[in-house]
């Protein structure tokens, strides 16, 4: 691929042109009054976490005039009791924490609770305001539920500003790093067990992404949306981030700004993390893409992936784009077994590394060496850690040259890592960010500090006989005809079998019928200017797709047709990944 392509960087689901969108307070307002009617009236503002609450509560002080007000965040317990009732989930690692069952409930103080209350029971005629992350559980019953939604990359965003903290919590001052994993681990699941009770009574969703344009569609129409994007292939909406390793390439092909040094990720396919863009008319709420694998996973996710993973989307598809930047750092994935008995995750961060693009010298490190010692591989290890010699990471560690369309299998326990000049499509499992680094070539994270290194996980984990023979016949394109006709054929290109995804590429000149045969998939178009996904049913409208982008396809759509676009020459090839059954 040679220039700029048309990659979307704001790709939308057409959900519901009826509903009128409110933009702005005043009309968001207007509306809300609209819906209250004489007498005493209960309205609910619940705020996913990272909601500017304080703006929110100001904003409708000012148009509706409560006689009584609670905000929730007056009924948390105190901060350092929070932080001692999480500090066994959290731990004093800088980035590993446990998974966890705590809920919104457990943030609360029982007395300040039942005080408000008490208060809401006193409560005359006149509007009625509770607001904040569980005012559906301070309240316990309402007249309206509004419910203020949040994207997480644009939590993380505030946070990394430092303008909101984690709930019930004064952690401005902690790094953005801390307040990311307490969200990951706590907040935002907690958030989300809280939301999946409340869909079917969201009387209005607002979208307060963007806090000087707040929108707001009925709920309802958010319902709809949601049931609308989940009966057809989908794209969610992508976002980039810089790191020390960073390239130019997704900069250059992707229309992306200048403002950072490098993008070195470009998150395509990470629900739990990637919006989703309803358009409404010619206004788009955004809403975590979350929301559609909690409101509906059995239709996103297939019965058998639903069973397994329950409301997880269990594949990731992203960039690595180190194009002109750096290697990666050496790392290594935990094994299962270690991953639940440390973390308490049901499975593990097995993965793969498709090359989109290449340069001369681009190339992938993978596998050990045949015959390395194990202690003099830690010993040197240690020493570059402790500020010794640099780790002479081509002494113990295979190189293989790289080009594009190679796939490269790493499951768990395999060291590997990305050299210079490469963009790799990652496809793997989706188990937070568990990776445990060995040595990052002795340079600093963007924010000036050194980069967590994990040796004594990453040794544990390591399985000293993927040496260089196994790696070459087990992980390095294992591709396997699978069937062809006339403008097309199909190929296995992995994963290896201890991992759960299979991956099928398909080359093709022509239509390529395929089926989900109710399970999700993802697909990226790794070769072609652009494709349409259609029906052959004509049961959704078709969907144009551009080099290098990922969708999803839900369990529920079944048969579904890729060809190339119109007037569109050439090969194409789209690499598919599914779970194994």
Wanted: hydrophobic share 40%; proline share 6%.
């Amino acid at each position: 691929m040679t220039g700029r392509s048309d990659y979307d960087k704001s790709p939308y689901v057409a959900a519901d042109s009826a509903d009128a969108c409110s933009v702005g307070w005043g009309d968001i307002l207007a509306r809300l009054c609209g819906a209250i009617p004489p007498g005493r009236f209960v309205l609910c503002v619940e705020c996913y976490p990272g909601a500017f609450v304080s703006e929110i509560a100001a904003a409708i002080g000012d148009w509706l005039r409560p006689a009584v007000r609670i905000r929730t965040d007056e009924c948390f317990k105190p901060a350092c009791e929070i932080e001692r009732m999480l500090a066994p989930y959290l731990t004093d690692d800088r980035v590993f924490g446990k998974t966890n069952d705590i809920e919104i409930c457990d943030f609360f103080d029982p007395v300040k609770v039942k005080d408000a209350r008490r208060t809401l029971a006193a409560a005359g005629v006149g509007l009625i305001v509770v607001i904040g992350t569980g005012a559906t559980l301070v309240a316990e019953t309402w007249d309206c539920l509004a419910y203020a939604n949040m994207a997480r990359w644009e939590i993380q965003q505030r946070q990394r500003r430092h303008e909101i903290g984690n709930l019930g919590s004064t952690t401005e001052h902690e790094s953005a790093a801390a307040m990311y994993k307490r969200g990951f681990l706590v907040d935002w699941r907690a958030a989300d067990r809280l939301k999946r009770e409340l869909y079917e009574r969201i009387d209005f969703l607002l979208d307060t992404n963007d806090a000087r344009t707040p929108k707001m569609i009925s709920g309802a129409a958010f319902r709809r949306g949601l049931d609308t994007a989940v009966r057809r292939p989908f794209r969610v909406v992508p976002f980039f981030d810089p790191g020390p390793w960073g390239g130019q390439w997704m900069r250059r092909n992707f229309g992306l700004p200048d403002g950072p040094s490098n993008y070195a990720w470009g998150f395509d396919c990470v629900p739990e993390e990637n919006s989703l863009l309803l358009g409404f008319g010619g206004t788009r709420i955004e809403t975590p893409a979350m929301d559609l694998v909690l409101w509906c996973p059995r239709e996103l996710l297939g019965e058998y992936v639903y069973g397994r993973f329950g409301v997880e989307f269990p594949i990731r598809f992203d960039f690595l784009d180190s194009m002109e930047g750096g290697n990666l750092s050496l790392q290594v994935h935990p094994l299962a077994p270690f991953i639940r008995r440390h973390f308490g995750m049901a499975y593990t961060q097995d993965e793969s590394y498709y090359l989109m693009e290449c340069g001369d010298d681009a190339r992938v490190f993978l596998g050990l060496r045949e015959g390395v010692d194990a202690g003099a591989f830690a010993a040197d290890l240690q020493l570059a850690q402790s500020g010794g010699r640099p780790f002479p990471a081509e002494l113990y560690v295979n190189v293989w040259p790289a080009h594009k369309h190679d796939h490269f299998l790493i499951p768990a326990g395999t060291v590997h890592c990305s050299g210079r000049n490469c963009v790799v499509l990652e496809i793997s499992a989706t188990p937070y960010i568990f990776t445990f680094k060995l040595w990052d070539w002795g340079r600093l994270g963007l924010d000036g500090e050194p980069r967590p290194i994990h040796l004594s996980h990453g040794l544990e984990n390591i399985q000293w006989d993927r040496t260089t023979r196994w790696v070459e016949h087990e992980l390095i394109n294992r591709v396997e005809p699978i069937s062809a006709q006339e403008c097309w054929r199909e190929e296995r290109t992995g994963l290896h079998e201890s991992q759960f995804i299979e991956t099928r590429r398909h080359w093709f000149t022509g239509p390529v019928l395929h089926d989900t045969h109710d399970t999700v998939n993802v697909l990226n178009l790794v070769e072609g200017k652009c494709a349409v996904v259609e029906s052959p049913l004509g049961a959704f409208d078709p969907l144009v797709v551009h080099y290098a982008e990922t969708f999803i396809v839900p369990a529920a759509v079944g048969p579904y047709v890729v060809r190339p676009g119109q007037n569109c020459r050439g090969s194409y090839a789209t690499v598919k990944a599914y779970v194994r059954k």
